[in-house]
């Protein structure tokens, strides 16, 4: 396929994406998914397409192939991916970027979703790329080199952004949001991350995945912190997330009996409030009943 019919192949894809997550009138955001070369995040063929019982080549070296709502491998031996574009539509669109944005990406990957970060807060903006593993974070640091406004880090999540921060978007699941995550939002920014519970084998050693996963957006105002469940998600669980068991269990509990949908904001470091959808001593998330 020549660059004209991968150019057209994209902006379908784009347009497929963003009808498949429900996104009306968002032109920066089809912008953003109809230029990014998907194929030079993926490295070379063949690719692996993620299927239920693992993964299988996708018998071809056209880039064309990849342009559809499919995880392909990054590390197929940890089970690490380019995740889902209908997601990340989804994901993406709920954050709101604007032209001159600084936003902090947690769990970069490869920088495909960076790079459309990158599109989306323009030459004024900036991106901060973190991602812990050191061979994505190389792979990454490659990938972006023509997006200027991209810094790239190797570093752990859960001690970023630095400084204060207009949006976060992190792509791996913890039990619990990090401190600087919240604290570091500027006044009107956005935080959205996989809140989730991780899985485990008979044996109980971790998968690596979520047993139960949901995306929970953050908005901080003059009064605190908005929150709204934006759906139930299966990510990848975060390598330095450790909780106790007890905390997993009472989380998992929540998401057995529902009610995420009655989210409405985020207590942090105050006092409890009764019957919260989910409550730790020093956080919780608030249903509208007691908002």
Known sequence: MDEKALAVCRRAFAARMLAKASIQNDGALLRAFSTVQRECFLGPPPWKMADWDGYRDVPATDPGVVYQDALFALQPERQINNGSPSLHARGLHRLALRQGDTVCHIGAGSGYYTAMMSLLVGAGGRVVAVEFDRHLAERALRNLKKYPNV?????????????????????????????????????????????????????????????????????????????????????????????????????????????????????????????????????????????
Request: net charge neutral; proline share 5%.
């Open 151 to 291: 810094d790239v880090v190797h570093g752990n999540g859960l001690e970023w952004p630095e400084q204060p921060t207009d949006a976060i978007y992190v792509n791996f699941a913890v039990h619990r949001p990090a401190d600087r995550w919240i604290e570091r939002l500027k006044p009107g920014g956005r935080l959205i991350f996989p809140l989730g519970v991780p899985d485990a084998d008979v044996g109980g050693r971790s998968t690596g995945f979520t047993a139960y996963a949901g995306f929970f957006l953050f908005s901080r105002n003059d009064e605190g912190y908005q929150a709204a469940f934006l759906g139930p998600v299966a990510f990848v669980w975060g390598e330095a997330a450790f909780g106790a068991v007890a905390r997993y269990r009472r989380l998992e509990t929540a998401f057995r009996k529902g009610g995420m949908c009655d989210v409405c904001s985020l207590r942090w470091k105050t006092k409890q409030l009764a019957e919260e959808w989910y409550s730790e001593s020093d956080w919780g998330l608030v249903t509208a009943r007691n908002a």
